[in-house]
């Protein structure tokens, strides 16, 4: 049997189209439904970091028809707490990313370091990649407002309600992984018995001394879960 891998930047992202529109998570997940049908694949596997994460359990419950298993690395969730600046984030409009904003080199490898329990497992040339990368796309107006636009949507989603994040979680009907590092100070392990609460047959597991990226801190565990899971066990 064939088996196709596909790494994909998402639009706002790396080198795909940055439309200045609300870049949220069903916006993303019918993109990907559109990209699968381009590639002519029925139904994947989904693997996603962060936002990824959430694009990923989107897709799988709005298109279930087309996901097989879903593995969540540190995957972003609408927050139940800390909710105290919502009105105001709704208040500034992302498009105001058209003014040149500086971003120091030095800062993006700061904020890259401390995604990791262990920065020095990643070299410093692969940080520099990284941040040289960042720093490239948010240099132009469009990158700008289309980072703006996706942080905006993640902080804003709503918890609770008819289209709430914990409220829709239970109806999620694919096998799910859920991998947390228990030094992750963006999406933290508390979030670990919420997602067991809602989803008791999902696998949720908690990587020790390990940050946001597992699959570059922990790269063999990560990826070895990965594929046993993706293969039934």
Known sequence: IDHHVFAVDLPGFGETDKPVRPLHAAYFARWLVAFLDAVAIDRAHLVGNSMGGRVAIEAALRSPERVDRIALLAPSMAWRRYRIG????????PELGVTPLPMLHALAVGVLRSLFARPSRISDAALNAAADEFVRVFATPRGRVAFFHAAREIYLERPYGEDGFWTRLPSLSRPALFIFGDRDFLVPRAFVRHVRKALPQATCEVFPDCGHVPQF???????????QFFAGE
């Open 86 to 93: 919502a009105r105001l984030v709704r208040l500034l409009r």
């Open 217 to 227: 801190e922990l790269p063999d565990r990560t990826h070895a879960r990965i594929r």
